[in-house]
């Protein structure tokens, strides 16, 4: 069965604090994807990685940094976390391939910058 | 670029009654089509595609979307809501070249009324 874990589920931090997201699938997966999702915006894409140390910027990647050094594992972090960044993320994975193929989707990390 | 309107934020309905969640996307490529669904407290599930062929398209829990070139529409249909249909529901597209990105739309909170 697909697999996308993510860190946690719920995580509080302070303003200005460095804070680390953690997702890891088990699919073999060479896309992994950073969104957050905000009421009334939806889903919007932070940042993605095609494949190991490979990364792209998404529609909104300022004050976020990500990391991927093995296939499984896809990190983002913010480094220095602020209010306005307070909000639900999701991970998700994909196989790599010309025609279509899904996404997979983590549970979710509710952060809230306090 | 593309972009997907969901017009309707929140969507009330009586248990049993029919249920339309209306979809319109813009793109200068051709796409593919998606319906995602997220429970309470869970990550995001993939409901129904459109990749090519039968422009109906069906979920196995009775959900079904027609997808209308003419009118850049992809709205999903259900003729008898369940009080498990409870959830949020997301229209995404991605283009058939380039397909590893979604952009969603922003949501539609479904809820039934027992």
């Known amino acids: 069965d697909v697999k996308v874990t993510q860190s946690s589920r719920y995580l509080v931090k302070r303003t200005g604090e460095k804070v680390f997201l953690e997702c890891v699938q088990d699919m073999d997966h060479e896309n992994m994807f950073w969104y957050r999702q905000d009421p009334g915006l939806g889903l919007r894409l932070i940042y993605f990685s095609y494949d190991v140390k490979m990364k792209e910027k998404g529609d909104i990647p300022e004050g976020y940094s990500v990391s991927r050094e093995k296939k499984e594992r896809f990190s983002l972090i913010l480094e220095s976390a602020s209010t306005n960044q307070t909000s639900m993320y999701l991970c998700?994975?994909?196989?790599?391939?010309?025609?279509?193929?899904?996404?997979?989707f983590g549970p979710g990390t509710r952060l809230t910058v306090l | 670029a593309q972009s997907v309107t969901q017009l309707d934020s929140q969507v009330p309905v009586f248990e049993e009654a029919p249920v339309e969640l209306r979809c319109n996307y813009s793109s200068s490529v051709s796409v593919y089509l998606f319906w995602y669904v997220q429970y309470p407290n869970q990550g995001l599930q993939l409901l129904l595609k459109y990749l090519s062929g039968s422009t109906l398209v069906e979920s196995i829990n009775g959900f079904e979307a027609e997808f209308n070139k003419s009118q850049t529409s992809f709205h999903l249909r259900k003729p008898s809501v369940h009080i498990s249909d409870t959830a949020e529901y997301f229209c995404a597209v991605s283009p058939w070249f380039g397909n590893e990105k979604l952009t969603f739309g922003t949501g539609t909170r479904l809820t039934i009324i027992p």
């Open positions: 998700a994975s994909r196989a790599l391939g010309e025609s279509y193929n899904e996404q997979f």
